[in-house]
């Protein structure tokens, strides 16, 4: 199969993180760079907060719990994994599962925005704070979350992050019912764009 231009360039950038030694303490005691993976053509990119411990080892993002948890709200609105891409603001396993810090949430993202800016998509899908403070800062999750915010151009939709939904029950059914949003979402942004 030949390489997609896009790809090619997502390729470029993985290569440069790992050519520039970003965050190498983290990059040390982690298994490997968990870059991203999908679409690189997807009308929707969701990013997560940080490689856990399976993706850790697989290098791929959302592989584990929460993963399992996103697949099924995927399938809920027709999509596979495949039709999507998702990648995380840091792309290396925290230890311990800590939360990431500012320092390594600014260092990886000039990297993502550049990955966002080769796929283009519609619709950017923070889930949970860490990712939505990124392109909205100021926020709180708890106020906006459901509510697609245009920014510098850009859609976004904050959505709570799926390993918190997983065991709460009330949150549970407040992410599938944001989640069930993002076709009709997509929609209006077609729309409108016809105008
Ligand atoms: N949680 C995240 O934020 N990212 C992953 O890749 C897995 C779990």
Not at 17 to 41: E, H, W, Y
Not at 102 to 117: G, I, R, Y
Not at 138 to 145: S, W
Not at 154 to 175: D, E, K
Request: glycine content about 6%; some cysteine; aromatic content about 8%.
């Amino acid at each position: 199969m030949v390489k997609s231009e896009k790809q090619a360039k997502l390729d470029q950038i993985k290569t440069d993180i790992l050519a520039k030694n970003i965050c190498p303490d983290l990059a040390k005691q982690a298994t490997q760079l968990v870059f991203g993976d999908g679409n690189p053509d997807a009308d929707i990119v969701f990013i997560g907060e940080a490689p856990g411990k399976n993706e850790d080892i697989q290098g791929l993002p959302f592989v584990g719990a929460s993963g399992k948890f996103l697949s099924e709200m995927l399938a809920l609105i027709n999509l596979k994994r495949e039709d999507i891409y998702i990648t995380n603001i840091v792309k290396y396993r925290p230890p311990s599962n800590r939360d990431p810090e500012q320092d390594e949430k600014d260092a990886f993202l000039p990297f993502l925005e550049a990955q966002l800016k080769v796929i283009q998509p519609k619709v950017v899908v923070t889930l949970g704070r860490h990712s939505m403070n990124c392109f909205l800062p100021g926020l709180q999750i708890g106020k906006v979350h459901g509510q697609p915010k245009r920014y510098k151009g850009q859609v976004y939709l904050p959505l709570f992050h799926p390993a918190a939904a997983l065991y709460n029950g009330a949150l549970r059914q407040t992410l599938i019912d944001d989640f069930i949003s993002i076709p009709i979402i997509i929609k209006k942004l077609e729309e409108s764009e016809k105008k």
